[in-house]
């Protein structure tokens, strides 16, 4: 059965820090792999994609993911946190039962203090 | 640019009560789905569809019927409300299974 484990509920980070946000899958292929962020109230929004090729993937807002296969890995980091990325992040993957079902983790809550 | 719209955006229904959830998309997307979010458990696919005519059934399909008439509309049916019910319910649609999801803002209902 395919899943994704997000192990960090909440996180609390100071304005200017290093963020990292943990994301491991478990898929017997090659995945393709997401995270996407939610602000209060508001749908999801992609962040970045990884599909092939590089494994450093980058994405807006300053986001940048690597994926480890050695590790079954995607975590999401940014040099640099702002306020404004206070929200929810989630790393998607596709399910074992059919690329179609993208299974979601539970997220992780990101709150930024100055 | 609409992308993914969703109605209502609220709803309070009462246990047995049955309502239709409404979503379409303008993007020709042919894959869409159903999932349904509650506090710390993440996003649970609850239908999808991958074209007019095609639909199967997700992680928690149970209480749940879905449509797909057209390639636009994937409306989500609760026939029998029920307060297990109770959750966000969001839209999404891509158009390939393998490209990122667009999503509706969500319909929050809630079945006292």
């Known amino acids: 059965a395919q899943s994704v484990t997000q192990p960090d509920i909440h996180i609390t980070v100071s304005e200017g820090a290093s963020l990292e946000l943990r994301c491991n899958y478990s898929?017997?292929?090659?995945?393709?792999l997401f995270w996407y962020v939610q602000s209060p109230g508001q749908g999801l929004q992609l962040l970045l994609k990884?599909?092939?090729?590089?494994?450093l993937v980058q994405g807006i807002k300053g986001f940048e993911a690597e994926f480890k296969r050695s590790q079954s890995s995607f975590n999401l980091r940014k040099p640099s946190v702002h306020w404004s990325d206070a929200a929810e992040y989630f790393c998607?993957?596709?399910?074992?039962?059919?690329?179609?079902?993208?299974?979601f983790g539970t997220g992780t809550k990101l709150q930024v203090i100055p | 640019n609409a992308g993914v719209t969703q109605t209502p955006k609220f709803r309070i229904l009462k246990i047995g009560q049955s309502m239709t959830l409404q979503c379409a998309q303008d993007?020709?997307?042919?894959?869409m789905y159903w999932y349904r979010q509650d506090p710390g458990m993440g996003l649970k696919l609850i239908y999808y569809?991958?074209?007019?005519?095609?639909?199967d059934k997700g992680e928690v399909p149970n209480g749940y019927n879905v449509s797909r008439s057209t390639t636009e509309d994937f409306p989500l049916r609760l026939e029998l409300a029920a307060p297990s019910q109770t959750s966000v319910y969001f839209c999404?649609?891509?158009?390939?299974?393998?490209?990122?999801?667009?999503f509706g803002n969500g319909t929050r209902l809630t079945v006292t």
């Open positions: 569809s991958v074209g007019a005519g095609i639909t």
């Open positions: 999404a649609s891509n158009g390939a299974y393998n490209s990122p999801l667009h």
């Open positions: 898929y017997g292929a090659t995945p393709y």
């Open positions: 990884y599909f092939s090729g590089d494994t």
């Open positions: 993007m020709n997307h042919n894959y």
């Open positions: 998607a993957a596709p399910n074992s039962g059919g690329y179609q079902k993208v299974t």
